[in-house]
């Protein structure tokens, strides 16, 4: 009848999470802070994707943003300084099942966890790595950051940051195997949304640097670049395509195949504006946990099997009578 | 037969026409330039040895270099075998017989002090006609001074009667040696035939062929040539054996006990039992992750442990280190770890390859705050084998890291220990990922015990977030005083907890007497040996093996108490009195008497050094005539 038909269902999944499945504790992050707005996109996308909250993992490191998995319903590791990317990796060559989310500040990051950085690019293991820069130590009150623009007044450079800064796309565009780079502000919440999501659907590691402005310490660090004509917003088929809403306020827009790696660097370079979007994406690099996957399940008999092959190339078995002669 | 069984017996009767005599045991040395296959001809021989019944002890020469300069003295590569009419617990003393490829080889062993002064040699003699004039001097003005030592120097033409059954003497030397020794110990040369098909049974026909008649040819040539002939009589071990070193039987266990996450970083003494893990999990299944640095390996242990069944991380002293903060963070998140540790000399770089015991304070006491952790030590090779099996399961059951402490002595050495029958209960059961109660605490301490129940991911309802900050019970951020204090207290009871089960370690020897040795880790047989032999010199002796350091069982305390002195014998440094400027407001004692010093009250001395050197019974022994003698 009116070319309905008649026997129709909707399925509807026995759970539905709402977004208050994935809150826990209230955030005690400062009035104003970044982090809260990262927060927010993140648990629209586990709640759109409908992540169940209990396969889901959240590792952090130490800082202001390593608190996020305590903001989580989900699991969550709150580890060490520096070390979220090597126990998140732990997790996930564990458990293949598991949605695996990383938070890192800038000093996790691109300072006294650099190592596990420049690695985590080059295992590409299936995780994605939110870096919250917000260019300066918070939660140990203000010391420079290698992300901290030259000039920068900390209380560990009175007279003003000596060096320039480490530019964390750039780094992670310029190591092998790499194959998701993206980046976004805190204060683009639909672009971050996007964003994440994309990195989420993503094979591989995902890398997304979210500028983030920290009110107390560094309000005023992103002065040059809160301007929406100061960013600048990679379009792309292959990559995002904004809304209309997205594509009037932020009139600086460039298309940009996220496949052109160089392309990808040169806009990694750029200090002029702020290129929000995907950089870079690259599906075809080899996923280190598929790579050492373990294709079957061990049962006690191949465990025992093995051993015996084992104790078997090393067996010795005496010759009863002791000493023999030629 | 003439029973000989002491070297100086050997000597005297060494003289006149060739006899068979027969030893109690004796060790013997193949030493080369590395590549000449001193290890691998040592190996059968020990080998050929345990098949005839033998108890036997293997360990390895090795150069710190991969390719040293080739005849120097510290660039020797070899093997040490010790030989024994009865089981054999450690590497024994001197040695008795050496089978050198060249005289610098000898004399970097001779002046290590690692040969008897009358010891036999066996001596490549290509050197003394060789082309070039400098080796030739240097052979003969060596050969020249060895003259005025006791050493019993015969020289072989080696590569001479090589060359008149292979073309390159290099390759196949060590196989004709390994048949001279066969003669010399009256080995079964079936057996010998068989280790060679063994040895090379993925190289098939082509090469057992010539190594088989290089053998023989070694074999003939000593009957012919040689003056002497032993024989060294069955230990009557007839069950199956494994012989395999301490790496290799550490990551046996590690397959048995069903861990199969190992995150490594290469350091020596401890990579190669990665290597053999990695080989074998290539079978079974397994991963071997060869991490970014050591820090990482051991955050990825952890975190693989936080997501399921419990990993493992195999590291040295200078990993330890590094591991620090990871190790503190699976203590206060009780997450089960097992972590093993092949001591090797410190601090800092120290001696890469060469035996300390130096990381028992260490283990016990590092990372900042209170850290329980569990810290035990396989005495033997066999020990090895067993103690991932049970250390995974207590890193499971007490939520806690567990350190095993092995050392560079048990990781080239070699012992054979009596085929394991594997037990599934070796393996942990599958993890239960079904849902939690609501509410349930993820730290449901037991109030008596400490202990409660690990939730892990996929299980529905027990979200939380684990923390090194200081938490609550249901893992929340401590922010009141008494939260903290709640969860240390809970973290320490579970390693009392964990003390209750531990057995009183038996004494060696009588159970009081004016000496008591006290040891832990691979000391055990050498410590035991040196008792036997001052109980045969007629001191009250006996020796106390400890394979559980942090916590101790019960009962130590009383056993202590029944002896006039208590001495620790540990490879690790203490302050020598010999210094004057050492004296009882400064004294740095060694590891172990640390511990015992502080929680029993006693005044146990220590007798320790750091040259790096496996430990000889009658070292023991001497010190201890000095300590009757006063």
Redesign the interface.
């Known amino acids: 009848m009116f070319g309905i038909n008649q026997n129709c269902e909707i399925a509807l999944p026995d759970t539905y999470y709402t977004l208050e499945d994935y809150q826990s504790n209230v955030p005690r992050w400062c009035p104003g802070c970044g982090d809260n707005s990262i927060l927010t996109s993140v648990q629209r996308l586990c709640r759109d994707e409908q992540l169940p909250p209990e396969k889901t993992v959240f590792v952090s490191g130490i800082g202001c943003s390593s608190r996020f998995p305590h903001y989580m319903g989900t699991y969550g590791f709150h580890g060490l300084h520096g070390r979220a990317l090597p126990i998140a990796q732990g997790v996930k060559i564990r458990r293949p099942d598991l949605d695996v989310f990383v938070n890192m500040g800038d000093g996790d990051c691109c300072s006294i966890g650099t190592a596990h950085w420049i690695h985590a690019v080059r295992y590409n293991m299936n995780l994605v790595a939110l870096l919250h820069d917000n260019e300066i130590y918070g939660l140990t009150k203000m010391q420079v950051s290698p992300t901290s623009p030259q000039g920068l007044v900390t209380n560990t450079t009175p007279r003003g940051a000596f060096l320039k800064p480490i530019k964390p796309l750039s780094v992670t565009l310029g190591i092998s195997n790499v194959s998701f780079v993206a980046q976004v502000a805190e204060w683009m919440p639909e672009l971050m949304y996007d964003v994440l999501k994309m990195a989420y659907h993503h094979k591989g590691f995902s890398f997304v640097r979210v500028v983030q402005r920290c009110p107390h310490f560094t309000p005023h660090v992103f002065d040059n670049i809160l301007s929406p004509d100061a960013a600048l917003l990679l379009q792309h088929d292959d990559g995002l395509r904004s809304s209309d809403t997205m594509l009037k306020i932020y009139k600086s827009q460039e298309e940009h195949d996220p496949s052109n790696l160089n392309r990808a660097r040169e806009l990694a370079e750029r200090e002029d504006c702020l290129p929000v979007g995907i950089l870079y994406r690259n599906e075809n690099v080899e996923v280190y946990d598929e790579t050492r996957r373990r294709k079957r399940a061990v049962t006690h008999e191949m465990r025992k099997a093995a051993l015996e092959k084992e104790f078997s190339k090393f067996l010795v078995e005496p010759v009863t009578g002791g000493n023999g002669h030629a | 037969m003439d029973k000989v069984e002491t070297l100086e017996e050997v000597s005297s009767a060494l003289t006149g026409e060739k006899k068979k005599i027969v030893l109690k045991e004796h060790i013997v040395e193949i030493v080369s330039d590395a590549g000449e296959g001193a290890q691998k001809a040592g190996q059968a021989f020990g080998?050929i040895s345990?098949?005839?019944?033998n108890g036997i002890w293997t360990v390895e020469i090795i150069p710190a270099e991969i390719q040293p300069p080739p005849r120097s003295k510290a660039g020797g590569s070899g093997n040490r075998i010790r030989v024994g009419s009865f089981y054999v617990t450690n590497a024994g003393d001197e040695a008795d017989l050496v089978v050198a490829f060249n005289e610098q080889a000898l004399l970097g062993r001779f002046e290590s002090d690692n040969l008897k002064p009358n010891a036999i040699i066996l001596l490549e003699n290509k050197w003394r006609e060789h082309a070039d004039p400098e080796i030739k001097k240097l052979y003969r003005d060596t050969m020249e001074e060895l003259k005025n030592t006791k050493l019993r120097i015969y020289e072989v033409p080696m590569e001479r009667e090589c060359l008149k059954i292979v073309d390159n003497a290099q390759r196949g030397k060590n196989m004709w040696a390994l048949g001279m020794l066969?003669?010399v110990y009256?080995?079964?040369?079936?057996?010998a035939r068989n280790e060679i098909r063994l040895t090379f049974a993925k190289k098939g026909e082509k090469v057992i062929k010539p190594n088989i008649d290089l053998l023989e040819a070694g074999?003939d040539w000593a009957e012919k040539n040689l003056d002497f002939k032993f024989?060294?009589?069955?230990a009557g071990?007839?069950?199956?054996?494994?012989?395999?070193n301490g790496n290799?039987a550490i990551a046996?266990g590690v397959?048995?006990s069903?861990m199969?996450?190992c995150?490594m970083y290469p350091i020596t003494p401890a990579t190669s039992a990665s290597h053999f893990l990695s080989e074998?999990f290539e079978?079974?299944?397994?991963?071997v992750?060869q991490?970014?640095?050591e820090?990482?390996?051991a955050?990825?242990?952890?975190?693989?442990?936080?997501?399921?069944?419990c990993?493992v991380t195999i590291t040295s002293g200078p990993g330890m280190s590094l591991k620090t903060?990871?190790l503190g963070?699976a203590s206060m998140a009780e997450i089960p770890l097992v972590i093993v540790d092949v001591q090797r000399g410190g601090p800092s770089t120290g001696l890469p390859t060469k035996v300390e015991q130096g990381d028992l304070l260490m283990s016990v006491f590092h990372t900042h705050g209170d850290a329980p952790k569990i810290v035990m030590a396989p005495a033997t090779i066999e020990d090895c084998f067993y103690a991932p099996i049970t250390a995974r399961k207590i890193a499971e059951t007490f939520r806690m890291p567990v350190y095993v402490l092995s050392d560079a002595n048990l990781a080239t050495g070699q012992q054979?220990f009596t085929?394991?029958e594997?037990k599934?209960e070796w393996?942990a059961p599958p993890f239960d990922q079904s849902p939690v109660p609501k509410g349930k605490a993820p730290y449901d301490w037991d109030e008596e015990t400490g202990l409660s129940k690990r939730i892990i991911?996929?299980?529905?309802?027990?979200?939380?977030?684990?923390?090194?900050?200081a938490h609550s019970n249901m893992s929340?951020?401590a922010y009141e005083p008494k939260t903290n204090q709640d969860g240390c207290d809970s973290r320490s009871k579970k390693l009392a907890a964990f003390q209750k089960t531990l057995q009183t370690p038996k004494v060696y020897g009588k159970e009081s007497g004016d000496v008591l040795l006290v040891g832990w880790g691979s000391t055990k047989g050498v410590i035991e040996e040196a008792v036997d032999a001052a109980n045969e010199k007629g001191y009250a002796v006996s020796s106390l093996h400890l394979k559980y350091l942090q916590p101790m069982a019960s009962g130590i305390k009383e056993i202590l108490q029944n002896y006039k002195k208590v001495i620790t014998i540990e490879i690790n440094y203490s302050d020598d009195r010999k210094y004057q400027i050492f004296d009882e407001n400064n004294r740095r004692y060694a590891n172990l008497a640390w511990l015992l010093r502080a929680r029993y009250l006693i005044d146990v001395d220590n007798w320790s050094n750091v040259y790096g050197q496996p430990m000889k019974p009658h070292s023991i022994l001497d010190m201890l005539n000095e300590h009757f003698a006063k």
């Not at chain 2, 009256?186 to 057996?191: C, K, P, Y």
């Not at chain 2, 079978?283 to 991963?287: A, F, I, K, L, T």
Request: net charge negative; charged share 15%.
């Open positions: 080998a345990a098949r005839s019944g066969c003669s009256s080995r079964d040369m079936e057996a074999y024989e060294i009589p069955s071990i007839t069950k199956p054996q494994i012989v395999v290799q046996l397959v048995a069903g199969d996450v995150a074998i079978n079974v299944g397994g991963v992750h991490a970014e640095d820090i990482a390996a955050a990825f242990a952890v975190g693989a442990s936080y997501a399921g069944k990993a903060e990871v963070l054979p085929k394991p594997f599934e393996v991911p996929g299980q529905p309802n027990g979200m939380h977030t684990v923390t090194g900050l929340k951020v």
